[in-house]
């Protein structure tokens, strides 16, 4: 008891250090394991909440200020707590001085960072809005020494890695060399081939190829209710939002993502849409969500007007899903069904680049990058039921044309290379 008052205030000072290092260690867990839709639900709550989104907005900034006061305060701890055990073996209480040193690396190690993360993890929303206000006035605090952190940041890359530099560009021989030699399964092999090469393709599809055409795209007009779903959630799992006139789509909603649909304004969990031109590349496109962190992107027109949407998950089954063209994703159909010996039907929004494949031929030049636009261009018109043409080596008839544009068209392959328009 004696030694326990001699040292009360090390003791207490250790107590306060391991409660600010929990504090941190917890921010930490809690913050960066908010998932997409709470952190669009705390740009529309409460003030705290609005603070850990824009705490969140600048995540490098964020993360050096926890992991630097998370440092300084472990350093301060262990330095007073080998004060102690030092004084303690001084007096010749060694057995007493290796306790105390095993029981506050026990104690740190649970206190500080397994409990507070455990708790954390578990209700990231809570613990997010408890810490924001504190965190960030450690963040502001910090502000004056960060340019020091980051010249010291650099000058140690350059003394320790002074020849660090960017690997070459990589070939899809090089991506198809390094799978055959980590996978010993041929059917997996050849699927993994598969998808390094959508991957590759990615940089020569035009988004426009990839996008849900706005003809197909349910948009509401502020306020959005779930009521006005009509009990069915919109195909592409995002509810798109248009502005107050409803003129043009200005965000979207992840409503699948969303844990409470009871709210009368859906419209405050949307995330604004990035916006691309409709020549834009896919990886361009994946590359700019990535980036920008967002999920679903507006395909523009030379004119500014939306022609459609490109989601997330639209990219991503385009990568890893076979036969995941626009017919299977909206129409639920295939895209090229084969009918009967040498006879095809096709839907419009099939892309031209996919007709190639799947025929192995060399098209005309064209403008258009789907069937649809081929028709039109043949025809000079919007096409109709019965309308033909002949197009490179196909014979085309159109069987059946849609409210909303699709078309079905009966294909013929002769392998012929002529053009009618």
């Known amino acids: 008891m004696d030694l326990l008052f001699e040292f009360s205030h090390g003791l207490a000072a250790m107590g ?12 930490e867990a809690a913050l960066f394991y908010l998932k997409r839709a709470d952190r669009f639900a ?3 709550g409460n003030p705290a909440q609005r603070l850990a989104a824009a705490l969140l907005d ?30 303690l073996d ?13 029981t506050t690396l026990l104690a740190i190690i649970f206190f500080s960072e397994m409990l507070p993360k455990s708790l954390a993890v578990l209700y990231p929303r809570i613990f997010a809005a408890l810490v924001s206000f504190p965190l960030a006035i450690a963040m502001r605090m910090l502000t004056p020494a960060l340019p020091v952190i980051r ?5 140690s890359r350059r003394l320790i890695w002074p020849r660090f530099s960017a690997e070459p560009y990589l070939e899809l021989k090089d991506l198809e060399r390094a799978v055959a030699l980590s996978v010993s399964d041929a059917r997996l092999l050849e699927q993994e081939h598969q998808t390094l090469r959508r ?63 009871s709210t009368s304004h859906l419209e405050d969990y949307a995330e604004e849409l990035l916006y691309l031109p409709w020549c834009a590349t896919v990886d361009v496109a994946f590359d700019e969500m990535h980036r920008r962190d967002r999920e679903v992107a507006a395909i523009v027109d030379e004119h500014g007007t939306t022609i459609g949407i490109v989601t997330l998950d639209d990219v991503l089954e385009t990568i ?19 009918t009967t010996p040498g006879v095809w039907q096709v839907t419009g929004m099939t892309s031209l680049r996919r007709l190639a494949q799947h025929f192995d031929v060399t098209l005309p030049l064209s403008k258009s990058v789907t069937v649809a636009g081929v028709l039109q261009e ?18 085309m008839r159109i069987l059946e044309t849609a409210q909303r544009g699709d078309l079905v068209v009966e294909l013929l392959y002769d392998g012929a290379e002529e053009t009618d328009a």
């Not at 010249?151 to 000058?155: D, T, W, Y």
């Not at 991957?199 to 509401?220: D, G, K, N, W, Y």
């Open 90 to 102: 001084s007096r010749g209480h060694r057995t007493a001085a290796g306790l105390f040193g095993v």
């Open 199 to 261: 991957i590759v393709a990615l940089s020569e599809s035009r988004v426009e190829e990839l996008m849900r055409p706005r003809t197909q795209c349910h948009a509401f007009r502020p306020p959005v209710t779930v009521d006005r779903l009509h009990g069915h959630l919109p195909p592409s799992g995002y509810l798109l939002v248009t502005d107050v006139r409803g003129d043009e789509i200005v965000s979207a909603v992840p409503i699948r993502s969303l844990s409470d649909l």
């Open 151 to 155: 010249a010291a940041n650099l000058v």
């Open 320 to 338: 890893f899903s076979d036969g995941a063209g626009r017919s299977e994703r909206l129409l639920k159909r295939s895209g090229i069904r084969a």
């Open 378 to 395: 043949a025809l000079q018109r919007v096409p109709t039921t019965g309308d033909q043409c002949r197009w490179g080596p196909f014979r």
């Open 58 to 87: 600048r995540p490098e900034r964020l993360l050096t200020a926890v992991l630097f006061w998370n440092l300084i305060i472990n350093i301060t701890y262990f330095a007073v707590a080998s004060i102690i055990e030092i004084q």
């Open 16 to 27: 306060v250090l391991i409660f600010f290092s929990a504090f941190f260690s917890g921010s």
């Open 42 to 44: 705390f740009r529309a």
